[in-house]
Nanobody, 119 residues
């Protein structure tokens, strides 16, 4: 079984920063793309940022210039550094990866971590 465990969500004031972490564990042979998505109340889940195994990144327009995604392949962990946070960043943030398990490419989701940006 493969698990993704997120951490780092918190309550912060506008303009503050957070770093979210997501560690993958289990019967994974290799991890391809990892990323972060978020879902605010009443809204669809949306892309925040992704990063490939080779380090190529993709960001939502709302995240560009403020968020930085990175990964540590040795630790099977993906991070997102979030700076200059805004109230509209408030959401549950979900870690995602697609990985090879038992010779099959599969997608996995973490349980989510709450980020609240409020004064």
């Amino acid at each position: 079984q493969v698990q993704l465990v997120e951490s780092g969500g918190d309550l912060v004031q506008p303009g503050g920063s957070l770093r979210l972490s997501c560690a993958a564990s289990g019967s994974i042979s290799s991890i391809n793309t990892m990323g972060w998505y978020r879902q605010a109340p009443g809204k669809e889940r949306e892309l925040v940022a992704t990063i490939t195994s080779s380090g190529s990144t993709n960001y939502a327009d709302s995240a560009k210039g403020r968020f930085t995604i990175s990964r540590d392949n040795a630790k099977a962990t993906v991070y997102v550094q979030m700076n200059s946070l805004k109230p509209e960043d408030t959401a549950v943030y979900y870690c995602y990866c697609n990985a090879v398990e038992r010779r099959r490419l599969r997608g996995y989701w973490g349980q989510g971590t709450q980020v609240t940006v409020s004064s």
